[in-house]
């Protein structure tokens, strides 16, 4: 697929000052495209100013449950890159209302603007495996059954189905994309609750002993957000398809003792936290072979070359990621950031 097709095309990125998004942004802007990125900053989600640094790219900062700022922007878009919400398994089970605020209401506000300023307009949602649950075989294809073991997999997996019935009712034209765990540069360090990964790359670059819980062979195949910006590059220009869900997953499948020892070198065996076996999905690895019959898509990096070039990037960028001095963030209040509290209301 010709991804010079964005060129002074507009397109909207939602939580675009996140991880995947600021790296989608950017990548967006060096084809050319007229990039506006919403974000709403809610503390906890990974959001930070220095990802889009510098960058020619118009912010509005709002939350999407609130979308009356953002009807020109969705009005002309042509593509809408929709990875605003919350990641976190633990802060979903702590603060349930918060995870449904985020992840499911803001959501169907947001498609609702959609489908009555732009009908039928391409929205490429950021999914994730977590709608799996525990895989009951391996690796995980987009016909496993669905049976989330936390609130953020139950309400991403509503935001899913806002996206694919609006879809099938003519109102959107969107593809989901599932994504296992995604590292790399911007990915946030200082927020508990942003997966593993995360975890893995602040202790290696504070000179600390990686944690893994009993004898660490879990299985996980983490992609790098390089590959995954290409999936979604791909998938905004695809043709409209039968299928509009694929899993996307890195190229090779290792334990998290492989994991940290790619990463960090030293790596120190715990017992496993009986707070966190309950939400605890075991191996997991995808099956993406739709994304490559659909999109034209595989992984491309091995976790040795992603893990090098994440490690220099902040190595270059220390004190905007990770400042050592600062304690680790690691209590939310209750709807920490949102404006308002839930109001279930007709929609304007």
Known sequence: MDL???????????????????????????????????DSLIPGCGANRFNLAGADIELIETDLSEPAALETSIAKASV?????GEISHIHSMEYPERDLQINTLSQLRFLDACRRMNRGVRV?????????????????????PIRPVDFNGVHKYAATMYHLMMSDLGDLDAIVLRLTNVYGPRMSLNVTGQGFLGVFFRKALLGESITVFGEGEQMRDPVYVDDV????????LA??????????????A???????????????????????Q????????????????????????????????????YREHFSEYLNP????????????GIRRRLEFKAIP
Not at 20 to 29: P, T
Not at 80 to 84: G, P, S
Not at 289 to 296: F, T
Request: hydrophobic content about 40%.
């Open 4 to 38: 010079t097709k964005y060129q002074d095309r507009p397109v909207l990125v939602t939580g675009g000052l996140g991880f995947i998004g600021s790296n989608l942004a950017l990548r967006l802007a060096s084809l050319g495209a007229k990039v506006t990125v919403v």
């Open 80 to 84: 809408i890159f929709n990875l605003a």
């Open 124 to 144: 490429i949602y950021a999914g994730t495996r977590q709608v799996f649950g525990r895989p009951r075989y391996l690796p995980v294809n987009e016909e496993h």
């Open 229 to 236: 910006v290409d999936a979604f590059l791909l998938a905004g």
């Open 239 to 252: 043709p409209v398809a039968e299928n509009r869900e694929c899993n996307i997953g890195g190229r090779e």
């Open 254 to 276: 290792l334990s998290l003792r492989q994991i940290a020892m790619e990463i960090g070198g030293k790596v120190e065996q715990i017992p496993f936290p009986s707070h966190l």
């Open 278 to 313: 309950s939400i605890d999905i075991g191996s997991y690895y995808t099956d993406s072979r739709r994304a490559k019959e659909m999109l034209g898509w595989e992984a491309k990096t091995t976790l040795a070359e992603g893990a090098a070039k994440t490690l220099a990037f």
């Open 325 to 336: 001095d600062e304690k680790l963030r690691r209590e939310l209040p209750e709807h920490a």
